[in-house]
C-alpha cells in the first residue's frame, strides 16, 4: 500500500474537550473547577468557539473535534449550556378555581375538534310507516288495501275480509275454550291483522298463524298457557270434537309433534314478522275511563259499546286509529242504537280526545261490520 500523508492536527490541550481526559466529566458537576478553567486565556478562547464562527476569528483555525454542521453545534450547546427550566405556571400565587380549571393554551395540549352529536331521534320517527305501533294508526284503509301482500296472489278485499273474519272467530272460541280474557284474544287477532299485513294469505295457514299468535299473546298479555294445552284446544275447535275421539291413527303416530313444530316454527315467523314488537293497546281501557267520567259507566250503553269494540276486532281499524278513536266511535254508534245523542253531553269531545272526521270514519266501519 503506497504510503499517504496526512496533514498534522493541531493540538488540543482543552480539558474540557479533550476525548480521554478523565476530569471532563466534571464539567457539570464540579463547580470549583469550572470556576478555575474560566480564569484561563485559553479555556475562554475555547469556550467561544462552542458558538460558532467566533472561533475562528479568535483562534485563526478551527479545532478538529469541532463539527460544522449548524444542529450539531446547536446540540453540543445544549450539552455543555443548558438552558434554564422553565418556570411552572403554578409558581407563585395560586390562581382562582376557575383559571385552575380552564385549560392553559401554553401548556395544556389543544383539545381535538369535537364533532356535534345529532339529536336524539325516537324509535317510531326512525320507523317505516308500516311499523310500530304509532305509526300504523296513520294508515288510511285505502293504503292497507292497497298494500296487502294478497292482492298479488289473486286475493281481493272482499275475500281477504271473509278470511280475516273466520280466524277472528276461531281464535274467539279457542280463546273461549281456554277460559282467557278478551284482552288476550283481542291482542292475538291484533297480531294475525299485522302479520297478514306483511304477508300473503295463499302462502300461509292462517288458522296455523293463529294459533300460534294466541300462544304469543297470552305470554305477552301474562296469561300464559302451556303449548299441549293450546294445541290439545285448537284440535278441537277445528274439527268440533273431543281430542280424544279424533281419529288420530289414519294420521300416523307422530302427527302431534309435527303439527307443535308447526305452531314453534310459525310463532317465530310471527315475532320475525312483527319486528318482536308485541305491545298492542286495546280501546276497552279508554272506553271505561271516559265513560266513568262521563256518567255512564253503569249503563246499557257501556256494554253495547263494549260489544262493538269486539265486533270491531274483525277489521283493521287497529292498524289505522288510536284506542281513544276506536273508543270514541264506538261509544257514538252505541249511543245512536239507544236513540241518545251522546255529543251533547259538554266533555265527550275532550274525553275522548278526538275530532268529528275521526268519528265519522271509524263510525263508517263499525256499520259495515254490522
Known amino acids: 500500500m503506497s504510503s499517504q500523508s496526512f496533514p498534522a492536527r493541531p493540538a488540543i490541550n482543552h480539558p474540557h474537550l479533550h476525548p480521554y481526559r478523565e476530569d471532563s466529566l466534571l464539567f ?9 478553567d474560566h480564569d484561563d486565556t485559553y479555556g475562554a478562547v475555547s469556550h467561544a468557539h462552542l458558538f460558532g464562527a467566533d472561533a475562528a476569528a479568535v483562534t485563526g483555525t478551527a479545532p478538529y473535534n469541532v ?3 449548524s444542529l450539531a453545534l446547536s446540540h453540543l450547546q445544549e450539552r455543555f449550556f443548558p438552558l434554564p427550566p422553565r418556570p411552572h405556571p403554578t409558581v407563585g400565587a395560586p390562581p382562582p378555581k376557575r383559571v385552575r380549571l380552564a385549560p392553559d393554551p401554553r401548556w395544556d395540549p389543544p ?16 320507523r317505516p310507516r308500516s311499523g310500530g305501533a ?9 293504503e292497507i288495501e292497497r298494500r296487502s301482500p294478497s292482492r298479488r296472489d289473486g286475493i281481493d278485499s272482499a275475500l281477504e275480509a271473509r278470511l280475516r273474519a273466520s280466524y277472528c272467530a276461531y281464535l274467539r272460541c279457542l280463546g273461549i275454550r281456554l277460559r282467557l280474557p278478551q284482552t288476550t284474544i283481542a291482542t292475538a287477532v291484533v297480531f294475525c291483522h299485522r302479520f297478514f299485513f306483511h304477508r300473503s294469505h295463499a302462502c300461509h295457514d292462517r288458522f296455523l298463524v293463529a294459533s ?4 304469543l299473546a297470552a305470554k305477552s298479555e301474562e296469561t300464559a298457557c302451556l303449548l299441549n294445552t293450546v294445541l290439545r284446544a285448537s284440535c278441537e275447535v277445528s274439527q268440533n270434537q273431543e281430542f280424544n275421539l279424533l281419529p288420530y291413527m289414519l294420521r300416523g303416530q307422530d302427527w302431534f309433534e309435527q303439527y307443535r313444530e308447526s305452531v314453534i316454527q310459525a310463532e317465530q315467523m310471527i315475532l320475525i314478522t312483527l319486528d318482536f314488537e308485541l305491545e298492542v293497546v286495546h280501546p276497552y281501557a279508554s272506553l271505561s275511563l271516559a ?3 262521563l256518567g255512564l259507566f253503569h249503563t246499557v250503553l257501556f256494554n253495547v259499546a263494549w260489544n262493538l269494540i269486539n265486533e270491531g276486532l274483525q277489521s283493521s281499524l287497529w292498524l289505522q286509529f288510536k284506542p281513544h278513536h276506536i273508543a270514541a266511535g264506538a261509544a257514538f254508534l ?23 272526521y275521526i268519528l265519522q270514519d271509524v263510525v263508517q266501519q263499525l256499520k259495515e261490520l254490522l
Open 212 to 215: 300460534a299468535a294466541l300462544f
Open 111 to 126: 383539545l381535538p375538534p369535537q364533532t356535534p352529536h345529532p339529536a336524539p331521534v325516537s324509535a317510531a320517527s326512525e
Open 67 to 69: 463539527p460544522c454542521d
Open 291 to 293: 265513560l266513568s267520567k
Open 334 to 356: 252505541a249511543a245512536k242504537f239507544l236513540r241518545y245523542d251522546i255529543t251533547f253531553h259538554p266533555n265527550f269531545w275532550h274525553e275522548f280526545k278526538t275530532t268529528p
Open 134 to 142: 304509532a305509526s300504523r294508526a296513520l294508515l288510511s284503509r285505502e
Open 28 to 36: 457539570h458537576t464540579n463547580t470549583r473547577r469550572r470556576r478555575r
